[in-house]
């Protein structure tokens, strides 16, 4: 009777947690807004967008939170179980930050190195489309966005549409483009962009002096790329050997093979597995680094 009371006066159980649903991702977006005048939260939003699919600038405040209560979380319980609160801020630093920003920084740097391979054919492709679009180039990133395929497409794709919105949003969007692409050739195709979507610049020239700069600069990458690899094999090793000498300790140096049991079984044993585990993520992102030559 009550609840039929409160729905004949226009009460609506639905309308209300949309209505919640709607303040909270205001308040959300208005903490990604203010977030995003420090510089490490800056970009840390931009490895995010460059490394998943779905993410948007509105989820970041969001994403952050959750991160953040996940730590917490597994601070008390690592800290707990391995009888140190130092140790335990090791293990949830690591699985909560190292992992996932190591996982995001090698998808990035993954995909990065196919945008690079086809930077020039797509700014040549923007150009082009930038002059038969009478210098507009809100229609010429269209064009771009429905003529490319792969990766490619989806970074330009996403750009054009951060193009109508607000200047805030227009510039981070630069941002991001210019962080997936990488090095100083990115920022300058970015900015190039930005100048001709927000304050209207005709960069026709800019464009054409791009494509020149960075076919000459690719002439002398070629003969850099191979001495890098070498040097980044050795970055690999750490983390695969890091299991094999756990292997090689159970099956023949350990007497009765109770190396497993120490080194998972105690909180010594824990934490210098931690802490392995954390040195060999180092290697694998120093190898991820010098594997090319950093395009300028």
């Known amino acids: 009777m009550c609840s039929f009371t409160i729905m004949s006066l226009g009460f609506s159980p639905k309308k209300t947690r949309e209505r919640f649903r709607v303040m909270r991702d205001l308040k959300y977006q208005s903490y990604s807004s203010q977030w995003m005048k420090y510089d490490f939260l800056r970009r840390y939003n931009h490895l995010l967008s460059a490394s998943l699919k779905s993410y948007r600038y509105e989820y970041f405040a969001k994403f952050v939170i959750v991160q953040l209560l996940i730590f917490l979380g597994l601070l008390i319980f690592g800290s707990f179980f391995m009888q140190s609160i130092w140790y335990g801020l090791i293990t949830s630093l690591t699985f909560v930050y190292v992992f996932p920003i190591t996982f995001f920084y090698m998808k990035h740097k993954q995909v990065q190195g196919l945008l690079q391979n086809e930077v020039i054919d797509s700014v040549i492709t923007l150009l082009q489309s930038y002059q038969r679009n009478q210098h507009n180039m809100l229609y010429a990133l269209k064009d771009v966005s429905d ?31 210019a962080f997936q692409l990488g090095s100083l050739r990115g920022k300058n195709i970015s900015t190039t962009i930005l100048k001709a979507c927000k304050d209207g610049l005709i960069v026709e020239t800019l464009l054409q002096d791009l494509i020149v700069d960075m076919t000459e600069q690719n002439k002398v990458l070629r003969d850099a790329e191979s001495e890098a690899r070498e040097a980044a094999i050795l970055g690999y090793a750490p983390l695969p050997l890091t299991f094999l000498f756990l292997y090689l300790n159970e099956a023949f140096l350990i007497p009765g093979g109770n190396s497993l049991k120490y080194q998972f079984g105690t909180p010594q ?28």
């Open 147 to 177: 003529s490319l395929e792969g990766k490619t497409k989806a970074v330009y794709s996403k750009l054009f549409a951060r193009m109508h919105d607000r200047d805030e949003i227009k510039i981070l969007a630069s941002e991001t483009f």
């Open 269 to 296: 044993g824990i934490q210098s597995f931690v802490i392995s585990i954390i040195f060999g993520i180092v290697g694998l992102g120093l190898a991820i680094l010098v594997k090319k030559p950093k395009k300028q």
